[in-house]
């Protein structure tokens, strides 16, 4: 083993471009993967240690699965259950502060910009936690337009005891008096603002309403405590759950989706890695023929040979893993320190270092490595068949089309023709399957297409570098290693695939999506809210905030959507209310299924709903059934009258329903967004001054006009845009590695072959022309499979997203084909720097003297 290691290491240290090119190939991968997956937990945590910190450290919190309100008669029942020692009711809701509320200076960074409205009773509350008040006084069951708040707020209000400061609320802005402070926050979360459970039913518009019960046991007996729970979740029903407060569930969701994603790019890198260390040591056998050979003629058995080819890619393996997990680590640490101001500001929330835990090491280790072992698995095998004799014969050979094109192209050539056809089933589970199988097609048939488009190329080729013979040279050397250049021709297909099917997508996306925003936010105003979508999270506006617009001289129609949250199936999802009638005339829906006119008129006609693709999707809801959704008081069955979507619930599985429906069933009244148009004839500048006297009694809105709100949505889309386009790029470098080693390689194979060019008068500039000419060639054939590949999936991608209830309509991405054919020839030229530059400063008699 010791010989095997040595020989090894003498190899690799002997061929440094070489080695330090393979390794920067699992550098990469495992940077992503590493990376990623340790920023996107320390998101995770930071946000889940928020929230539950708004929970106290109690022994359990019951809440309904919706998070939703429930009436405050139900702490009474579970008080008086077995094994309940203590329980308390509470009211909280987060409120967010809209921009420059405290300092109302633009030109400085907001302080804070929410706070957790929390209504308790005095005496309950107290049996279950501590509140050690430092001034002043707790609060008292009477006490009205109170409040006890920390220090840290306190001092961010800029208030002392016995001051006032305003909260928004539905019924207009909230004036509350400090009665007592409590110390500085040190828990993470937001900060908090109690009042009495009374004072915080009036403010939110929710007479009798709680939405948690903190409850203690008389037991610390697993068992006991585990009973006690059933027996709560037994009586209650099963609407109920027994556990921690979950707030923002969507943005937590959204993460672990956004880990999914990084860990499929990083994957998708190594295995482009796995490309680059493949054909690496598939060269390396060809190269060392005569050393195997050698080798063999000395005595060495082919248990020797094989670990000998192994260990090289077991020590790549381990060096560019840890390289690649120590960057990794770094990537994380300027993210978060990147991402802290952002978050702190926006959402109070404060990230620590990034998560390492040894499951991830591990993971990241035996990927890493694990890849550079397989792929140096199959030439290992190959190089101990080699036999002495064979490996000190002279092989060269040229692969014609005709030799290549055996059973496993026609094979390939089929799994293509299937998957195409799969492309006229517009089913998007039938087009994935068939993605594999074009995937797989292309990866046998490429082998034998290598010639005849190498041909075509360096004829092209050849009008540009004035028929000096270039072109012819460059592409012979790459027909006699027909699988060699397929492979890297591979790793420039995924980037280029990668580029085409994000041109596509956002050539779809775009078109799909910029009719939606118009069409639901088209209308003359809005009142925003300050989280568009996490519609929990906004307090509102009671009805007269609606009817006082109506009385305004120049507003033609009001409407006003309104929210509660429940389940389907198990799926969370927001409930939205509309008045069909004024909502049609501001915004729409665009539907998908169903019959627009019909399902609006049917909404006002009992319990019908409209639901979103999403919704549809994840719960398997078709038009026509009956879905229960789950609210305070028990589950109502409502029949889906139609299948359509948003834009403001584009991403949230969301039912809506009637005005009287979400009031009789959820107990909502409250108007969390608001649009209007004005009559024809109406002085714009007259009416838009009238609105903002109104707007400034309920500063949780924003007023906007509603053009301008559409050019602010769209801005969005443009830069979600540049961050796919940037991935695309930060994927496309492992081809470019793959091109600049395969190059390099051979240079190293064709030493002899380059001596003998100069030596029957080749210059340096001629080399280097050829070897630029082989580089545009590998990067035409990885283009011209990439655009192929890249067209099927953003049909693919388009195809899903229709299945989910967005419209879109494929477009074909021809500027995403000139990026791609741009970004090849720039890949290109690149790659050739180095290997023309090595290939040129070769001396003619060294050269000739390489074995």
């Given at each position: 083993m010791n010989l095997q290691l040595t020989l090894a290491l003498r190899y690799l240290s002997g061929r440094k471009l070489r080695?330090?090119?393979?390794?920067?190939?699992?550098?990469?991968?495992?940077?992503?993967?590493?990376?990623?997956?340790?920023?996107?937990?320390?998101?995770?945590?930071?946000?889940?240690?928020?929230?539950?910190?708004?929970?106290?450290?109690?022994?359990?919190?019951?809440?309904?699965?919706?998070?939703?309100?429930?009436?405050?008669?139900?702490?009474?029942?579970?008080?008086?259950?077995?094994?309940?020692?203590?329980?308390?009711?509470?009211?909280?809701?987060?409120?967010?502060?809209?921009?420059?509320?405290?300092?109302?200076?633009?030109?400085?960074?907001?302080?804070?910009?929410?706070?957790?409205?929390?209504?308790?009773?005095?005496?309950?509350?107290?049996t279950v936690r501590m509140y050690p008040v430092t001034q002043g006084r707790f609060l008292q069951a009477d006490d009205r337009a109170a409040a006890v708040i920390s220090k840290s707020l306190a001092e961010t209000?800029?208030?002392?005891?016995?001051?006032?400061?305003?909260?928004p609320s539905p019924e207009g802005e909230q004036t509350l008096e400090v009665i007592g402070i409590l110390p500085a926050r040190a828990l993470p979360g937001n900060e908090e603002v109690l009042v009495t459970l009374a004072q915080a039913q009036e403010m939110l518009n929710m007479p009798g309403m709680i939405n948690a019960i903190d409850l203690n046991y008389d037991s610390v007996d697993e068992t006991r405590r585990q009973t006690i729970e059933q027996s709560i979740l037994a009586a209650l029903g099963d609407i109920y759950q027994v556990g921690s407060l979950e707030a923002n569930a969507e943005i937590l969701t959204n993460m672990q989706l956004a880990q999914q994603i990084f860990s499929m790019l990083g994957t998708l890198a190594l295995l482009m890695g796995g490309f680059i260390i493949f054909n690496t040591f598939r060269t390396i056998i060809v190269e060392r023929r005569r050393d195997i050979g050698m080798l063999r003629a000395l005595g060495a058995n082919r248990k020797t040979i094989f670990g000998v080819i192994l260990a090289e890619g077991l020590m790549q393996g381990v060096a560019g893993t840890l390289l690649g997990m120590l960057l990794g680590y770094g990537l994380g640490i300027l993210s978060l320190n990147a991402l802290n101001p952002i978050l702190q500001m926006y959402m109070n929330v404060k990230i620590g270092a990034p998560a390492v835990n040894l499951s991830m090491v591990v993971v990241s280790l035996v990927i890493g490595v694990g890849i550079t072992l397989l792929a140096g698995l199959l030439p290992a095998i190959n190089a101990t068949r080699i036999t002495p004799l064979e490996a000190l014969r002279p092989s060269v050979g040229a692969v014609t089309l005709k030799r290549m094109a055996g059973f496993g192209f026609w094979s390939g050539a089929a799994l293509i023709v299937a998957a195409l056809a799969t492309l006229l089933t517009r089913n998007a589970a039938l087009i994935g399957a068939g993605l594999v199988a074009f995937i797989i097609g292309l990866v046998l048939t490429a082998p034998a297409l290598v010639n005849p488009i190498a041909a075509l190329f360096s004829r092209l080729l050849a009008l540009i570098f004035a028929r000096d013979g270039s072109a012819q040279l460059a592409e012979g050397n790459l027909s006699r290693q027909p699988s060699r250049a397929a492979i890297t021709a591979s790793t420039t297909l995924i980037a280029m695939a990668i580029?085409?099917?994000?041109?596509?997508?956002?050539?779809?996306?775009?078109?799909?999506?910029?009719?939606?925003?118009?069409?639901?936010?088209?209308?003359?105003?809005?009142?925003?809210?300050?989280?568009?979508?996490?519609?929990?999270?906004?307090?509102?506006?009671?009805?007269?905030?609606?009817?006082?617009?109506?009385?305004?001289?120049?507003?033609?129609?009001?409407?006003?959507?309104?929210?509660?949250?429940?389940?389907?199936?198990?799926?969370?999802?927001?409930?939205?209310?509309?008045?069909?009638?004024?909502y049609t005339q501001v915004s729409g829906l665009h539907f998908s299924k169903g019959d627009e006119s019909q399902a609006y008129a049917a909404l006002e006609a009992g319990r019908n709903a409209i639901i979103n693709g999403i919704l549809a999707s994840s719960a398997g809801i078709k038009l026509g059934d009956d879905l229960e959704l789950i609210t305070p008081g028990g589950k109502r069955a409502y029949r889906v009258v139609g299948i359509a979507s948003d834009f403001l619930n584009a991403k949230i599985a969301t039912a809506y329903i009637a005005h009287a429906n979400i009031a009789e069933d959820f107990g909502r009244n409250e108007d969390v967004f608001i649009q209007l148009n004005l009559a024809p004839s109406a002085d714009s500048a007259q009416v838009e001054k009238q609105l903002k006297a109104l707007a400034a009694a309920y500063p949780q809105f924003r007023l906007i006009n509603g053009k301008e709100y559409v050019e602010e949505s769209l801005q969005l889309f443009d830069m979600a845009f540049a961050v796919i386009i940037a991935l695309g790029v930060f994927l496309a470098v492992p081809s470019l590695i793959a091109m600049v080693n395969t190059l390099a390689i051979g240079v190293i194979e064709r030493t002899r072959e380059i001596g003998m060019l100069r030596a029957v008068g080749a210059t340096r500039r001629q080399v280097r022309k050829v070897i630029l000419a082989e580089a545009l060639i590998l990067s035409a054939l990885g283009t011209s499979f990439g655009v192929a590949m890249g067209l099927y999936l953003a049909f693919l991608v388009v195809e899903a997203m229709k299945s989910f209830g967005f419209p879109m309509e494929y477009v074909f991405p021809a500027g995403g084909i000139l990026a791609a054919v741009a970004a090849g020839i720039l890949f290109g030229v690149l790659a050739s720097i180095i290997p023309a530059r090595q290939a040129a400063r070769l001396e003619v008699v060294q050269a000739l003297r390489y074995e």
């Open positions: 080695t330090t090119l393979t390794t920067l190939a699992i550098v990469f991968g495992v940077l992503v993967v590493f990376g990623m997956n340790i920023l996107i937990p320390s998101l995770t945590g930071a946000f889940q240690a928020s929230f539950m910190a708004a929970a106290g450290q109690v022994d359990a919190t019951l809440t309904l699965k919706t998070s939703d309100a429930f009436p405050a008669s139900v702490r009474d029942r579970v008080a008086a259950m077995d094994g309940v020692r203590a329980a308390t009711a509470s009211l909280s809701r987060l409120v967010n502060l809209p921009v420059d509320y405290l300092d109302h200076d633009p030109a400085l960074p907001d302080a804070i910009t929410a706070v957790s409205l929390v209504g308790i009773d005095p005496d309950q509350a107290r209000f800029k208030v002392t005891l016995g001051d006032t400061f305003e909260l580029i085409v099917m994000a041109a596509g997508m956002i050539t779809s996306v775009s078109l799909g999506f910029t009719s939606l925003v118009r069409k639901s936010l088209g209308s003359d105003y809005l009142f925003i809210p300050p989280s568009v979508a996490l519609w929990g999270g906004n307090v509102g506006a009671d009805p007269r905030l609606a009817e006082e617009l109506r009385q305004v001289e120049g507003v033609e129609v009001v409407s006003a959507l309104r929210f509660a949250p429940s389940q389907v199936n198990g799926v969370d999802i927001s409930v939205m209310g509309i008045d069909p009638q004024a």
